[in-house]
């Protein structure tokens, strides 16, 4: 990758990072934090979201639920974040110092993960941090970047975790990611158009295998939604989800040293 390259990416993360900081509310409601960051970079980038007619809304409702999405560039986490309202993310761990905001806030809006560590120790991690600093969640079920316009098989680990912790899972296909910003390509652009189609919220309930095949079933419907040719969309926003507002004094505090340390005044006028 060239150096111009890598500046611009470094200067990005630093500026979305200082945007999502610099948010009044932040102080209160530190878990927003993330929301703030993907709704900067989706202005940043001039990015544009269509949700295929007829399809849910992104849950916003008082429940704790696990959000499954598809994964095709770097740009993911961001957009993702936006449209989820500042979700908890699983993630491996060797992406914990990427970017700004994960080395800010990963005890609290990523949990990073030993994919090589099994089960077990995954769902512990992931329920250690979470009743710390209850969330909902958001996964790439998919595993790996995938950037064909078909899926690849999905893992099934926290489709089971959902299931013996009584989430609910909602599956969020967005069509164009990769075409925001891309590792592989070494490009950005702007002035893209996503399309989204969003699954009505799958519950927990009868036979695990039975809600495991009904989450797949709703992943391949989203999918071809979201990838159709002639797809019927309407104009949507996605706002803050009520997890976000939580108030935690802790981090609150830590927000603010941060923030000062950033230039806090400087950063107000400017973003």
Known sequence: MTLSFWLKVFEIQ?????AAVSQPSVFKYPMSASYYWGKYLMGRFKARI???KDSSDAYR????ITFLANHRSSADVFIDSYITGG?????????KFTTPLNCAYSRRTTIFIDRKSGRDKIFKKTDDQLKKF????LVYAEGHRNIKNESLPLKTGFIQWSYQRGRPVQIIITK???QIASFKTKKVHKNITLVTCVSPLIRPTGSYSKFEKEVLRQWKDCW???????AVTEPVQFSKSYHAKRPDLKHSLETAVLTGALGYPVLRKVF
Do not use: L, Q, T
Not at 61 to 64: A, D, L
Not at 87 to 95: G, N, Q, R, T, Y
Not at 224 to 230: I, P, V
């Open 50 to 52: 269509v949700r295929v």
């Open 224 to 230: 071809k939604k979201a990838y159709a040719s002639d």
């Open 134 to 137: 209850p969330n909902n969640v």
């Open 87 to 95: 979700s908890s993310m699983i993630a491996k761990k060797e992406v």
């Open 14 to 18: 630093f500026s979305s990072f200082a």
């Open 61 to 64: 409702g008082k429940e704790y």
């Open 176 to 178: 164009g990611k990769e």
